[in-house]
């Protein structure tokens, strides 16, 4: 064999691999899942794994106002499971679940998935976002799902920016600059009536000067 046709072999044979590779990432259900590490925090209990749980603050430092926990749930079992409630243990905080629907709990499918936070997906809402841990500082977290019971996990704490922005809380708007008053002070009104030769009496009545 010649060397061009060794190289175009050699090619044809590296072409192959690369799709059968492609090909094998994308098959079967959990695939992608159970071969990818995601950076943020994870856990797997029987049929459950979350994974990417967040807990995500306000933008600036010190802003009181509601926070969100956003996670990806995998249901690897036959049957649907509800997200029947989520805790921060050792924390007041009360987290608002709402289904994507917006009626109804938050339906895990069999051998499916639901997404928590961000446009058009389910959310969990902590109302007094203050009881949260501080950014940068991690979480326990506590799903409670129908069949599986407690899965909990330590998310990150991160605020409402960058990437994070779209899965995010509401943001609180910055509250507007007090604006002057406009009742005029009784000084300004005096000099006023010096200005057109009047005064006004005790009664409250102005009266003309030299009449």
Same mark, same amino acid.
């Given at each position: 064999?010649?060397?061009?046709?060794?190289?175009?072999?050699?090619?044809?044979?590296?072409?192959?691999?690369?799709?059968?590779?492609?090909?094998?990432?994308?098959?079967?259900?959990? !695939?992608?899942?159970?071969?990818?590490?995601?950076?943020? $925090? #994870?856990?797997?209990? *029987?049929?459950? %794994? +979350?994974?990417?749980? @967040?807990?995500?603050?306000?933008?600036?430092?010190?802003?009181?106002?509601?926070?969100?926990?956003?996670?990806?749930?995998?249901?690897?079992?036959?049957?649907?499971?509800?997200?029947?409630?989520?805790?921060?243990?050792?924390?007041?905080?009360?987290?608002?679940?709402?289904?994507?629907?917006?009626?109804?709990?938050?339906?895990?499918?069999?051998?499916?998935?639901?997404?928590?936070?961000?446009?058009?997906? !389910?959310?969990?809402?902590?109302?007094?976002?203050?009881? $949260? #841990?501080?950014?940068? *500082?991690?979480? %326990? +977290?506590?799903?409670? @799902?129908?069949?599986?019971?407690?899965?909990?996990?330590?998310?990150?704490?991160?605020?409402?920016?960058?990437?994070?922005?779209?899965?995010?809380?509401?943001?609180?708007?910055?509250?507007?600059?007090?604006?002057?008053?406009?009742?005029?002070?009784?000084?300004?009104?005096?000099?006023?009536?010096?200005?057109?030769?009047?005064?006004?009496?005790?009664?409250?009545?102005?009266?003309?000067?030299?009449?």
């Amino acid at each position: 064999m010649s060397r061009s046709l060794r190289r175009g072999a050699l090619a044809a044979t590296a072409i192959v691999f690369s799709v059968a590779a492609l090909s094998a990432c994308g098959a079967g259900n959990d !695939a992608q899942t159970l071969q990818v590490r995601p950076d943020n $925090a #994870a856990v797997t209990v *029987d049929d459950v %794994k +979350i994974q990417n749980a @967040l807990v995500i603050t306000q933008p600036l430092p010190g802003t009181k106002g509601p926070a969100a926990v956003s996670a990806t749930v995998f249901n690897n079992g036959r049957t649907p499971q509800t997200i029947d409630a989520i805790r921060l243990p050792g924390t007041a905080a009360v987290v608002k679940l709402k289904a994507a629907e917006g009626t109804g709990p938050i339906v895990v499918p069999a051998l499916g998935s639901v997404v928590i936070g961000g446009e058009g997906n !389910a959310s969990a809402m902590i109302e007094n976002g203050s009881e $949260a #841990a501080r950014d940068g *500082d991690a979480q %326990k +977290i506590v799903f409670k @799902l129908s069949k599986t019971g407690d899965v909990s996990l330590s998310a990150f704490v991160v605020p409402s920016k960058s990437y994070f922005k779209d899965f995010g809380p509401t943001v609180v708007p910055a509250a507007p600059p007090a604006e002057p008053s406009a009742t005029a002070s009784p000084s300004a009104e005096a000099s006023h009536g010096a200005e057109h030769g009047t005064e006004t009496p005790a009664s409250g009545e102005p009266t003309t000067a030299g009449h």
